[in-house]
């Protein structure tokens, strides 16, 4: 109806429409070349709080608030001046209280025969309703993005708060495995031990799945040995494959650099989701853990790794299932499955994030290989080794460190228990602070062969100690593991200073480990590697 009026306007005077202005519940407002009020619609002055004679000869532009006549001016001098039409315009005018009555509006100008405008209408409809609405809507939007950051603050929370027990309840469940218990007994620790990290794999997943869902999944750029994390990832997953009487094997082209640039925690993510269901489904026979080199391209290289399996297979229609949120194809042939089915579909997100790929071929009765194939940047180098054509080579586990020094900062009673009482049973030297201002003072009153570092402490926080330690000359430079049951915030540690990272809980397998990549021929007080890996 708008667009007749004004296009009837057009080809007559205001008088011809006197019934419109006095009478149609139609906001309608006449200008002439001046942009003065000549005619106003009785619907829109009493809209305004004005009677229609106190708005004629008014400028038309007074009527508007601030920012729509700044607005208003720019559209006239740059619209409708050339093209006489105006359509959609959003404005807000001023009624005579000071409150705004927003609009929406469409005009039309009638030109003269110089071709400058002599008058212009402008018909509106109020849009107060559609604000209220587009208000409520954002306001609801910004109450679903806190109450989702309160969920993602709790979760982080609680992780924290659920980790630093269970690091004890895991941890001590370990050391009673290796107090010679009957096998009645062996068994129920094994049930803590299974019942405890099924539940840390489900808060895990949950903490990664919220991330996913408010987009706070990051990627990180971090320089790393190849062979150092094959070697690591090999030593975490050999107990349990021992236990089923699996063969582990670990495979690496000879042709792959020796140190790649990616997110090094992504990566482990994502095998060890694989390594995890190789270990869990597979009966009898071999996993396989290979990595070779896909294409080159400069300083950019494709890998791609595929964890191989002799296990029970799965069909087409399972095949299809996978990397779905909480499916879990498993459960079809084994009655032994746990968890909600997230794993493989946070490794699907994972890839995406990283702009990988992820995949499985698989055949009933055949086993299964699931592969991570992603670019990765990697340091040249200009040895034979790095020229040689791809051979498999096997990766074998680090040798069981000899006795260390070590010293152990950490607030929480039973962490602190539990660590001294793991290390001790290792055959290690523990020396215990407190906090992070107790360990910047023990490391320089004594040489250690290495400092385990817990984070969240009073006082003085690892991140600050670790800081303190690596400004103190020669002493600095032993070699410190940050531990911490905030496990997201990995690479800030590994910035701060710490040469490795170990969550909490922690397997005593990940323990030993880390502490093997650290007692090869140490010297006494400083057995620090070159780079932090």
Not at 80 to 93: C, L, N, Q, V
Not at 488 to 514: H, I, V, W
Request: glycine fraction near 8%; hydrophobic fraction near 40%; aromatic fraction near 6%.
């Amino acid at each position: 109806m708008k667009r007749v009026l004004l296009n009837q306007w057009t080809g007559n005077s205001d008088a011809a429409f006197d019934a419109f202005f006095d009478q149609a519940p139609i906001y309608m407002i006449s200008v002439d070349a001046d942009w003065r009020v000549v005619r106003v619609s009785e619907f829109m002055a009493e809209a305004l709080g004005y009677a229609a004679d106190e708005m004629i000869g008014k400028p038309s532009f007074d009527f508007l608030t601030p920012d729509s006549q700044a607005k208003a001016l720019a559209q006239v001098e740059q619209e409708f001046r050339a093209r006489g039409t105006m359509d959609g315009a959003e404005y807000e005018f001023r009624r005579k209280d000071g409150t705004a009555l927003p609009v929406v509006l469409s005009a039309k100008a009638h030109m003269g025969t110089d071709g400058r405008i002599k008058r212009a209408l402008a018909v509106m409809y109020d849009n107060s309703e559609a604000r209220a609405t587009q208000a409520a809507l954002r306001a609801a939007i910004a109450e679903a993005e806190e109450a989702s950051k309160a969920k993602s603050r709790f979760l982080a929370a609680m992780s924290h708060e659920i980790r630093t027990p269970m690091n004890a309840i895991l941890g001590f469940t370990q050391l009673l495995k290796m107090s010679g218990l009957d096998d009645r007994r062996q068994s129920h620790v094994d049930a803590i031990q299974s019942a405890g990290s099924t539940l840390m794999k489900m808060l895990n997943d949950l903490l990664d799945l919220s991330q996913i869902e408010t987009g706070q999944l990051k990627v990180a750029r971090e320089i790393f040995d190849l062979d150092c994390f094959l070697a690591q990832i090999a030593d975490w997953w050999q107990t349990g494959a021992n236990e089923k009487g699996l063969r582990m094997r670990i495979a690496k082209d000879q042709g792959l650099p020796a140190r790649i640039i990616s997110d090094r925690s992504r990566i482990q993510q994502v095998l060890n989701n694989y390594l995890a269901n190789a270990v869990k489904y597979t009966r009898e026979g071999r996993i396989t853990l290979s990595v070779e080199e896909v294409a080159r391209d400069g300083d950019r290289m494709t890998i791609r790794f595929e964890v191989d399996d002799t296990g029970p297979g799965m069909t087409e229609d399972q095949v299809a299932q996978l990397f779905r949120p909480f499916v879990q194809v498993g459960s079809g042939f084994s009655n032994t499955s746990t968890g909600w089915g997230l794993g493989l579909s946070i490794c699907h997100e994972i890839a995406t994030a990283m702009e990988a790929k992820v995949g499985v071929q698989s055949r009933p009765g055949e086993g299964s290989t699931f592969f991570f194939e992603l670019d990765v940047g990697y340091e040249c180098a200009d040895t034979a080794a790095d020229k040689a054509k791809s051979v498999p080579t096997i990766v074998d586990p680090e040798p069981r460190p000899a006795g260390l020094d070590i010293l152990v900062a950490e607030d929480n009673d039973m962490s602190r228990a539990l660590m001294q009482d793991l290390l001790t049973e290792l055959g290690h030297r523990v020396t215990i602070a407190e906090n992070g201002l107790h360990a910047v003072n023990a490391v320089k009153r004594k040489k250690f062969d290495l400092v385990i570092m817990d984070v969240m402490m009073p006082h003085m926080d690892g991140i600050k100690a670790t800081k303190e330690i690596r400004d103190a000359g020669p002493i600095g430079e032993v070699p410190i593991i940050g531990c911490s049951a905030h496990v997201r915030d990995q690479n800030s540690y590994l910035s701060a200073g710490m040469d490795a990272f170990l969550p909490k809980p922690f397997e005593r397998t990940r323990l030993e480990a880390l502490l093997s990549r650290y007692s090869r021929s140490r010297p006494r007080g400083g057995l620090r590697p070159g780079k932090r890996a």
